[in-house]
């Protein structure tokens, strides 16, 4: 079936430092791939998609790049800020699924000044 | 905007006793509702769709006669976890899509509400 793995947190950064948290996902297929996230007291949000292979997601600075061949979607940022600290979680939804999302167990992250 | 809130946002019940969760799309008619699961450090999920005006789709696993849903109006979804035990305590997130019903579209018109905390003694 499908899956998604990403890394376990909490992620504890200083302000401006660069973030990479780790998302690789089985599927069969072409799935879309997206991350979410979810501020304290709030829904999870849509941050990014990526619908095919090297697509590039990106939005409020972070960028996720769809690698078909190692089965990744790792989220990035260049320098993060207090205001990013929330909890974020990796999914895929299957080919001609439609709005099913599978996902990953959510990374924690904690900006500190 | 697209919001979706849940009541209660969190909730302590005892054993043996029916609890229902509601969910609500403040400002968008949704026809499709999702219900999750999330256990702690797992994953979220998916315990079944709803449609409104028709009975829900579960997903292998779950138990429809122990999670009743019912989503009676475009804005409304609730999920009434029958005779709770402890091992039903977790934290269920409500998702609603935005948009017409039908179709392979993306889920990237789901919205989220901020989850129920259900803990049973």
């Known amino acids: 079936g499908n899956s998604v793995t990403q890394m376990e947190g909490p992620v504890t950064l200083s302000e401006e430092a660069f973030l990479t948290i780790n998302c690789t996902y089985t599927?069969?297929?072409?799935?879309?791939l997206f991350w979410y996230v979810q501020y304290p007291g709030e829904g999870l949000q849509l941050l990014l998609k990526?619908?095919?292979?090297?697509d590039k997601g990106s939005n409020k600075g972070f960028e996720a790049t769809y690698r078909k061949e190692t089965t990744s979607f790792h989220l990035e940022k260049g320098s993060v800020q207090v205001s990013d600290s929330a909890v974020y979680f990796c999914?895929?939804?299957?080919?001609?699924?439609?709005?099913?999302?599978?996902f990953g167990t959510g990374t924690q992250l904690k900006v500190e000044l | 905007g697209a919001v979706v809130s849940q009541h209660p946002s969190w909730v302590i019940c005892k054993s043996g006793t029916s609890v229902k969760i509601e969910c609500r799309s403040l400002?968008?008619?949704?026809?499709?509702m999702f219900w999750y699961r999330q256990f702690p450090k797992q994953s979220l999920m998916l315990m079944a769709t709803?449609?409104?005006?028709?009975?829900?789709?579960?997903e292998q696993g779950v138990e429809k006669d122990k999670f009743l849903i019912n989503h009676a109006s475009l804005t409304l979804s609730t999920l009434t976890v029958t005779s709770a035990h402890p091992e039903d305590s977790s934290f269920y997130i409500c998702?609603?899509?935005?948009?017409?019903?039908?179709?392979?579209?993306?889920?990237?018109?789901?919205?989220f509400g901020p989850g129920t905390r259900l803990t049973v003694l």
């Open positions: 998702s609603a899509r935005k948009g017409t019903s039908g179709g392979a579209g993306l889920p990237d018109t789901q919205y």
């Open positions: 599927a069969t297929g072409y799935p879309s």
């Open positions: 990526a619908t095919k292979a090297d």
């Open positions: 999914a895929l939804s299957p080919t001609g699924g439609g709005n099913k999302l599978t």
């Open positions: 400002d968008f008619q949704a026809t499709t």
């Open positions: 709803s449609n409104e005006g028709s009975k829900a789709t579960y």
